[in-house]
């Protein structure tokens, strides 16, 4: 069972940066399509970015990109997410999450149901 522990959260000023971590167990021999949500209270889960299981496809929404960067470490098995210029109006739970139930290689999944698997998710406050 892939499990998904992220870290990185925390305190960052407008137009300051952070880095996400989300460390991935399960099997040793396969990559995962993965994906970044957040979640603002009172708000729908929303796509932030994702990554092909073959790390050779990123997508992101358009009001991340450019900003954002969505990268794997295999050897750490940890999938980043850097935030860059972060706004005001971006404070959310951070969650990411990993599709354990396909082997597609080269396809990006931008949907919340296209993954089965969830982080227990990070908190991101931005400060104006």
């Known amino acids: 069972q892939v499990q998904l522990v992220e870290s990185g959260g925390g305190l960052v000023q407008a137009g300051g940066s952070l880095r996400l971590s989300c460390a991935v167990s399960?099997?040793?021999?396969?990559?995962?399509?993965m994906g970044w949500f957040r979640q603002a209270p009172e708000k729908e889960r929303e796509f932030v970015a994702a990554?092909?299981?073959?790390?050779?496809?990123?997508y992101y929404a358009d009001s991340v990109k450019g900003r954002f960067t969505i990268s794997r470490d295999s050897a750490k098995n940890t999938v980043y997410l850097q935030m860059n210029s972060l706004k005001p109006d971006e404070p959310a739970a951070y969650y990411c999450?990993?599709?354990?139930?396909?082997?597609?290689?080269?396809?990006?999944?931008?949907?919340?149901?296209?993954?089965?698997?969830w982080g227990q998710g990070t908190q991101v406050t931005v400060s104006s």
């Open positions: 999450a990993a599709d354990s139930r396909t082997n597609t290689y080269f396809t990006i999944k931008i949907t919340a149901y296209e993954y089965d698997c």
């Open positions: 399960g099997r040793s021999d396969r990559n995962y399509a």
């Open positions: 990554l092909n299981s073959r790390g050779t496809g990123t």
